[in-house]
């Protein structure tokens, strides 16, 4: 850090407003003795022997005074030899402790641009991909020194070998026109922080993180071989504290009904199987509590969670009827068999209205793979939901079949399970597989009573079998992140879950398997990459997607970043495929699919 130290004593008053020595990071080698006719620009300064370095970048023109850190420490130092999504998690959640120590003498009644502030990512329960803490090899440092800005350049046997590093991305507020203060931030008590945070590191701890990651693996390795859905732990807390992620204090634990338990992993609990599920009970029972436990199990989560045990077919997605969503070129013909002056295997309209926007979900996530659907009759149209018997005699010409009449059929020809939240109607009673109950927060399966207590349908009351081929292939016409008329991009992320980018406001508050506002962001910045790109002309969408995804895997989430963009916030999660197909899909200006 003395190269810093240095641009630091050096600043003028004016370096203040923008720091800019700092990010340009100045250097000069000596090669073979002589000194190099051009300067290089390297912000990387290093800490404790040379092994762990500080790359300061700007976060964006508006925040100068606010710079992204992302430290390097190789995976050795701390004990790390499994590189995986558990680790990466602990390791950001180890270092929560450490920045709360770094903050504790700053606190006070006045603004963080006044005296100084930290910032990491603090995640929710859930295991997520982020650029907050990832792997990555890194190169050493590749001169000595230096001296001022003055470095020996290293070469052949001495030049540096890349390591494989734990990366920890930051923020620091620096305190405005305080040269001093914002240098001892940095220079002083940041890599001291680190020092502390090597030392502290449980890698105990860090084994029981990972185990936990091993069994969950284990249990989604299980799902992929057919039979179950999800799989609940006897045990697991599923009830929240209050309008918080952590588990509800005095909760009554998830017990399996006793003709559904099994043991996965070592582990006991429910096997939640595949075709039509219906969960009915009481109001304030915990049906809903437990429709969100499966959904939040498209996760792994930490231990203490009370959920980590809980997993459910990552391929699986919550819907819910969405008025007003932009719609383009989608086959809902299994749930409208006529519109006016339209054709219902190419539906598309600007404001769908309740019942057309969830046919339009189903068939767009049964589109993208989605082997389970999570569905909840709050959340949803009641006329797309059911049409009881008396409504089927008095209206003899309606054009909408409810998802009754397609549950069983939605299995049986793509092999997409359902399960429904079922409190007001009896109509799914007779063409479920299997009925539960919730009773004072316990899970009952009533199949056999429900049985009893309903007729069953007969088969010529079911429609016709439908066309369930919904094959869409989005074009590049329409696709840009420069709005009409103007000269540069646009990219926003509101805080009420809107990106908005070129002339599109993409409303993202109805994905609700999005378990995170840093996934909102790197939805913002993944979308660009691919307007930037273009979708490719009358063609698949797919190969442009696999790209993307194979980029993130090899080079993180920091390769889709850009400091372009001042209303993005700088931590990014990664979202699943369907959010970000499910985002594009809600695009008003993309033409008709071909």
């Known amino acids: 850090m003395n190269r810093l130290h240095y641009f630091f004593t050096h600043m003028e008053e004016k370096d203040a407003r923008t720091y800019r020595p700092m990010y340009d990071g100045d250097i000069a080698y ?25 790359t300061f970048e700007l976060t964006h023109k508006l925040a100068p005074d606010k710079p992204s850190v992302t430290i390097a420490i190789p995976a050795e130092k701390l004990g790390i030899e499994r590189y995986t999504p558990a680790a990466a998690d602990f390791a950001l959640r180890s270092l929560k402790k450490h920045i709360n120590e770094l903050n504790a003498p700053l606190s006070s009644r006045r603004p963080a641009y006044e005296t100084g502030r930290y910032y990491a990512y603090e995640p929710g329960g859930e295991v997520l991909v982020r650029n907050a803490a990832y792997f990555a090899e890194c190169e050493g440092k590749s001169y000595l020194g230096p ?4 470095a020996q350049f290293l070469t052949g046997e001495d030049a540096p070998r890349p390591r494989m590093c734990l990366c920890l991305l930051l923020q620091v507020q620096l305190p405005r026109g305080k040269l001093k203060r914002a240098e001892a931030m940095l220079v002083r008590d940041l890599p001291n922080m680190i020092d502390k945070y090597l030392a502290w590191f449980d890698v105990y701890a860090l084994g029981r993180a990972l185990a936990l990651e091993e069994k969950q693996g284990a249990i989604r390795a299980w799902l992929k071989s057919g039979g179950c859905s999800a799989f609940i732990a006897n045990g697991s807390i599923l009830a929240r504290e209050g309008d918080t992620d952590l588990p509800m204090k005095g909760a009554v634990p998830f017990i399996s009904p006793p003709g559904d338990e099994i043991e996965v992993a070592g582990v006991r609990g429910m096997g939640w199987r595949q075709g039509v599920s219906v969960i009915t009970g009481g109001g304030y029972s915990g049906k809903s509590t437990l ?14 969670d009370g959920r980590e045990l809980c997993v459910t077919d990552d391929s699986a997605v919550t819907i819910a009827a969405e008025d007003g969503r932009c719609v383009t070129g989608v086959n809902i013909s299994p749930f409208l068999q006529w519109l006016p002056g339209g054709d219902p295997k190419r539906f598309s309209t600007s404001r769908a209205s309740g019942s057309t926007s969830q046919a339009a979900n189903i068939m767009e996530a049964a589109d993208c793979g989605a082997k389970l659907l999570l569905i909840d009759e709050d959340r949803s149209a009641t006329n797309f939901m059911i049409r009881d018997a008396l409504m089927r005699r008095l209206i003899e010409k309606e054009p909408l079949t409810p998802f009754t009449d397609r549950a069983g059929e939605l299995f049986a020809a793509l092999g997409v399970s359902s399960t429904l939240v079922i409190g007001g109607s009896g109509e799914y009673l007779s063409v479920a597989d299997r009925v539960y ?72 508050r109805a994905l609700g398997d999005l378990a995170s506002p840093a996934q909102i962001d790197a939805l913002a910045f993944m979308l660009l990459w691919l307007e930037r790109r273009g979708l490719p002309k009358n063609g698949d969408r797919s190969p442009d997607l696999d790209k993307l995804y194979a980029q993130i895997n090899r080079d993180g989430l920091e390769s889709v970043y850009t400091n ?31």
Do not use: Q
Not at 38 to 47: A, C, K, L, S
Not at 147 to 150: E, L, S, T
């Open 437 to 508: 109950m919730m009773d004072e927060f316990t899970l009952r399966d009533v199949t056999d009573r429900a049985r009893e207590l309903s007729s069953p349908r007969a088969a010529d009351s079911f429609p016709a079998p439908a066309d369930w081929d919904n094959r869409r292939a989005l074009r590049r016409e329409g696709f840009s992140p420069i709005p009409r008329g103007g000269s540069g991009e646009r990219l926003e992320v509101t805080d009420s879950g809107f990106v908005i980018i070129g002339d599109e406001f993409i409303d993202t």
């Open 291 to 304: 429709l969100d436990a499966l959904a939040a199990g498209i996760y792994d989560h930490i231990e203490g």
């Open 30 to 54: 000596y090669v073979d003795g002589k000194i190099a006719p051009e300067h290089d620009n390297d912000p990387t300064y290093w800490h404790n022997d040379n092994e762990i370095s500080f």
């Open 147 to 150: 001296k001022g800005i003055m």
């Open 564 to 594: 372009f963009f001042t209303t993005c916030n700088r931590f990014l999660a990664l979202p699943r495929r369907f959010e970000l197909t499910a985002a594009v899909s809600r695009m008003r200006g993309a033409p008709p699919p071909a």
